[in-house]
């Protein structure tokens, strides 16, 4: 069975203190993997693709990688705008279905 | 500024009740998706269309609920008779649907909807 799982489910870091989320993934075949953040009360906003292990992708202090059975969003040195909910999701090979995970919800404390 | 917009943001109404919600999708998008998110469950895929045609509605109540492109630039989900157990946050998506980077889902703001 497809299915995405996203860990921790809650984090806090003070400023500056560097780490990862982790998001483990079964599918029969990936096509994609999304990373989104989503902030309360607001739609999920699209952060990177990825399609093949080994790639890695970056935007300001985000960095997404991916491996065949995970992907893992490192956030360098994060500020307070960084606090939001993280998304995963993976697109199959097989049908036309997209899994989302329940997400980790990150606070950056000033 | 391109982006997604739905109708109502907010809507409340009692159980048994019709309830109709609308999504503009991206001006050029094929693609457009309907997610439902809760606090138990996160979000999940309810139905998908591309061009219009529905590709994929098998995580919808089929009962229920109902989906519809009406127009390239129009997108109805539909339930009737509303019941508790269908409050959530309905999320619509769009996209270019072509592969690759293409698959990349921009999503609206979402309708509130509480059945009481």
């Known amino acids: 069975e497809d299915q995405v799982t996203q860990s921790p489910e809650a984090l806090r870091l003070q400023e500056g203190e560097s780490s990862s989320l982790n998001c483990s993934y079964t599918v029969s075949g990936l096509r994609g993997l999304f990373w989104y953040r989503q902030d309360p009360g607001k739609g999920p906003e699209f952060l990177f693709t990825l399609y093949s292990a080994g790639e890695e992708k970056e935007k300001e202090r985000l960095k997404a990688t991916l491996t065949k059975k995970e992907s893992f969003l490192h956030i360098t040195a994060p500020k307070p705008e960084d606090s939001a909910t993280y998304l995963c999701?993976?697109?199959?090979?097989?049908?036309?279905?997209?899994?989302f995970g329940t997400g980790t919800s990150l606070t950056v404390i000033p | 500024d391109a982006r997604v917009t739905q109708t109502p943001r907010h809507k409340v109404t009692e159980m048994g009740q019709e309830v109709t919600m609308r999504c503009q999708p991206i001006?050029?998008?094929?693609?457009v998706f309907w997610y439902r998110q809760t606090m138990m469950q996160g979000l999940e895929l309810l139905a998908y269309?591309?061009?219009?045609?529905?590709?994929?509605d098998s995580g919808m109540p089929k009962d229920r609920f109902s989906a519809e492109m009406p127009d390239a630039t129009l997108a109805t989900l539909k339930i009737q008779p509303s019941e508790p157990r269908d409050s959530a946050v309905y999320f619509c998506?769009?996209?270019?649907?072509?592969?690759?980077?293409?698959?990349?889902?921009?999503f609206g703001p979402g309708t509130r909807l509480l059945v009481l």
């Open positions: 998506a769009s996209g270019l649907g072509s592969g690759g980077e293409q698959e990349t889902q921009y």
């Open positions: 999701a993976v697109q199959a090979n097989t049908g036309n279905q997209f899994y």
């Open positions: 269309f591309r061009n219009r045609a529905p590709l994929d």
């Open positions: 001006l050029g998008h094929n693609t």
